[in-house]
């Protein structure tokens, strides 16, 4: 089964989402009915939606897609994670189809959120019932990644978007070095999305994001890396089919025969998928 584990459903609101520019091609309604044809036309079977809101609804809004749409075999929902009931508002949302959780820490303007006491224990809970917690960092809050998963210990953990390197700039350091840091840790995996918006979107190329795939093949090896689309933003610089080529192209090249892992074993196993 081919997965895209990162994809996002929305109801367009300029309030919602004001980090989406007003008139771009992303500033309109994303439903399932679109999901599904942009999968199907990419040769994808399955996939797994991630909040886009940090507010309380988005979580039921995706569970809901999930349980009226087949090709949606997980959700990553969002919970207030500093919350002091956090154990028990996870125990109320219990779903199969709810996955893990994600908190966009790339907007905190915390420069240490992640040592932040009630976060840490937010992700402890996540951890504690067999959930999964995505990373949504920028390569400058990578340094503190490695204290936050000591002191959480077990659990499974995805990075998305390889910690989002500098790619339109050309920057390297410091996220080579930090995201070696992480690596060495052996229960998370690195979810290879999102890069075609990290670089230059209009003038991409597969040679300029293959440097930084490169790196994250060596660090996490094939069987921890995973493939997803970040669709419908990945429409700002690039089509559903290209993203997918992008890294078909990749696997071929450099470790053909992980394709079914990065393109779903490795979902399933960082997100213990069951349905």
Known sequence: MRIDAHHHLWRYDPVAFGWIE???????????????????????????????RQLPEETDFLLRCAETTPEIVGVVGWIDLRSPDVAATIDEQAHPALLGYRHVVQDEPDPRFLRQEAFVR?????AARGLTYDLLVTHEQLADVPALLDRIGDGRFVFDHAAKPAIASGGWQPWADRVSAVA??????????????????????????ERYLDHVLT??????????????????????????RLIEDFVASRCPGARDAVFGGNAIAAYAIQR
């Open 22 to 52: 007003p008139g771009c091609a992303i500033a309109r309604d994303f439903a399932p009915a679109d999901l599904t044809a942009a999968i199907r036309a990419g040769g994808i079977d399955a996939c797994i939606a991630v909040q886009a």
């Open 122 to 126: 937010g992700v402890a809970a996540v």
């Open 184 to 209: 060495a840790y052996p229960h998370i995996w690195c979810k290879i999305s999102g890069l075609v918006t990290e670089a230059d979107h209009r003038h991409w190329s597969a040679a300029q994001i």
């Open 219 to 244: 660090l996490f090896g094939p069987h921890r890396l995973i493939w997803g689309s970040d669709w419908p933003v990945c429409l700002l610089a690039a089509g559903y089919g290209d993203v997918v």
